[in-house]
Nanobody
Framework: QVQLVESGGGLVQAGGSLRLSCAAS???????MGWFRQTPGKEREFVAA????????YYADSVKGRFTISRDNAKNTVYLQMNSLEPGDTAVYYC?????????????????WGQGTQVTVSS
């Protein structure tokens, strides 16, 4: 069973950067991995995803050009580098794993989730 643990969240000023990490236990090398975020009262929304070998990455329009997803399969870890952060990026960020070949933005395709890490961007 895959278990995911996120880290790296925190408080940062607008324009700053953070790097989130997602450490996986269990074999996730064949899984697509995604990052999602959620704010109170809203549905969890797609941020970015990467296929199993790291060749293909996908981004929500709202973060394209600012965020970069990557993975190190030797370390069973996925990263989300977040630059030029905006107050609208404030949310709890979740890592997720999916068995689909081509990652999708739909939460229903992800079978394992981390507990989330808080990112707060001050103006």
């Amino acid at each position: 069973q895959v278990q995911l643990v996120e880290s790296g969240g925190g408080l940062v000023q607008a324009g700053g950067s953070l790097r989130l990490s997602c450490a996986a236990s269990g074999r996730t090398n064949s899984y697509a991995m995604g990052w999602f975020r959620q704010t109170p009262g809203k549905e969890r929304e797609f941020v970015a995803a990467i296929n199993w070998n790291g060749i293909s990455a996908y981004y929500a329009d709202s973060v394209k050009g600012r965020f970069t997803i990557s993975r190190d399969n030797a370390k069973n870890t996925v990263y989300l580098q977040m630059n030029s952060l905006e107050p609208g990026d404030t949310a709890v960020y979740y890592c997720a794993a999916s068995k689909v070949v081509i990652p999708t933005p739909s939460t229903s395709n992800y079978t394992a989730w981390g507990q989330g890490t808080q990112v707060t961007v001050s103006s």
